[in-house]
């Protein structure tokens, strides 16, 4: 089992940042895919970014590609999404996402003003 916690969101002028947090609990998780994905108000959610376990290779939602980074810390349990140059359109709710186990944190919110 492995729990998931989201930090880091919160409220933005467009153009600015911000990073987000996933930290694992419960079980190492370095030998996870873990993914970011978001979900609008009345949309579905959607993939963000990867990194893969074995090769920290990375792969990025073409909406986010340039602007967002994706990163682990094996050894602090934790993966970073960093967010520059943010739009309106970025703002979500911010999920991570184990693979396998397919295990969700509860999110935290992004809101980026015009």
């Known amino acids: 089992q492995v729990q998931l916690v989201e930090s880091g969101g919160g409220l933005v002028q467009a153009g600015g940042s911000l990073r987000l947090s996933c930290s694992a609990s419960?079980?190492?998780?370095?030998?996870?895919?873990i993914s970011w994905y978001r979900q609008a108000p009345g949309k579905e959610r959607e993939f963000v970014a990867r990194?893969?376990?074995?090769?920290?290779?990375?792969v990025y939602a073409d909406s986010v590609k340039g602007r967002f980074t994706i990163s682990r810390d094996n050894a602090k349990n934790t993966v970073y999404l960093q967010m520059n140059s943010l739009k309106p359109e970025d703002t979500a709710i911010y999920y991570c996402?184990?693979?396998?186990?397919?295990?969700w944190g509860h999110g935290t919110q992004v809101t980026v003003s015009s």
């Open positions: 419960g079980r190492s998780f370095s030998r996870y895919d």
């Open positions: 996402n184990t693979r396998p186990g397919d295990y």
């Open positions: 990194i893969m376990w074995i090769s920290s290779s990375t």
